[in-house]
């Protein structure tokens, strides 16, 4: 079978500026049309330099995947199962994640998609060129024999019968590169939008974290403000009489003035431990980023 050297798939194809010829639009559109959804902002060379990155990758990701494969066989009846290098370096990303990270980061949904690009891009190179027929076919090989030109295939007939046969064999080699290209950037595309739906739940819950953290901080931010500042009198106070005083003591002497006077603060109360942390954070100064709490002064 035709080989599919995945890293030539943007030679004669631009994702971004090749308009598809009425041959090549309906097989290749709506594959290309999902596979650029994920990769927008990206130039024809970002696309190559992630496809030069992991095309080596993909050749080795075929022996590596045998142990995930092997997993995903046991409690079934299949004999077997069908997987391309994609499959396989989808099986075993994270083993590849440090090799195929750019600028420091790698995002799996542009990875695949660029992958899925790359053999429509070879899909339409072949498209591209006049429609082979085995009568063609035929016809030029029959033309190189007589040319005594020496190609491999030309050992392997002398007659034009037999020259038939190869053109067979060669039209058929046609024909399932362009099944295999169509099926992997399918396939590809598939991952993508697997991985893409990762990356969102992964940014939901970042920033859901980041929103409850923000909450908890507003929530405390009174009360914080003012244990600073009454640490720093206490502080003041008693370093003028050579008294100091630990942060658990001084935590727990606050806490007892808040639970006193309910007119404090208005927000939700800390107890002696979160008391205690803060004024750590308040001494090392690490408590300065939020508006209204000056440095603390020993």
Excluded at 35 to 44: D, E, I, L, T, Y
Aim: aromatic content about 10%.
């Amino acid at each position: 079978m035709l080989s599919i050297n995945i890293e030539d798939g943007f030679a004669d194809y631009d994702p971004f500026s090749t308009e598809l010829t009425h041959e090549t639009l309906f097989t290749l559109g709506p594959v290309a049309q999902k596979a650029k959804q994920f990769v927008r902002g990206k130039s024809k060379a970002d696309l190559q330099k992630i496809i030069d990155k992991c095309s080596p990758s993909l050749n080795l990701a075929r022996s590596k995947a045998m142990p995930h494969i092997f997993k995903l066989l046991q409690g079934t009846t299949d004999e077997g199962f069908f997987h391309s290098d994609c499959t396989c370096l989808y099986l075993c990303r994270d083993e590849f994640e440090t090799d195929l990270k750019i600028d420091g980061k790698i995002i799996w949904s542009e990875v695949f998609a660029t992958i899925a690009l790359a053999n429509i891009g070879l899909l339409y190179s072949q498209l591209s060129q006049p429609e082979l027929t085995i009568d063609k076919i035929s016809e030029e090989l029959i033309r190189q024999r007589s040319a005594e030109e020496k190609v491999d295939t030309l050992d392997k007939f002398d007659t034009d019968f037999d020259a038939i046969s190869v053109s067979r064999g060669i039209l058929f080699e046609h024909m399932e590169f362009r099944r295999h290209a169509l099926f992997y950037a399918m396939e590809a595309v598939t991952y993508a939008t697997i991985e893409q739906l990762e990356e969102k739940r992964k940014e939901y819950q970042s920033n859901r974290n980041a929103a409850s953290q923000k909450a908890q901080q507003e929530k405390y931010s009174e009360a914080k403000k003012w244990i600073c500042h009454e640490y720093q009198a206490i502080y003041d106070n008693l370093k003028q009489i050579g008294e100091p005083i630990s942060n658990d003591d001084a935590a727990h002497k606050l806490e007892k003035v808040l639970s006193n006077d309910p007119n404090i603060i208005t927000g939700k109360r800390p107890k002696a431990r979160t008391i205690a942390k803060w004024i750590g954070e308040f001494k090392g100064n690490k408590a300065k980023n939020l508006p209204g709490i000056p440095p603390f002064i020993p």
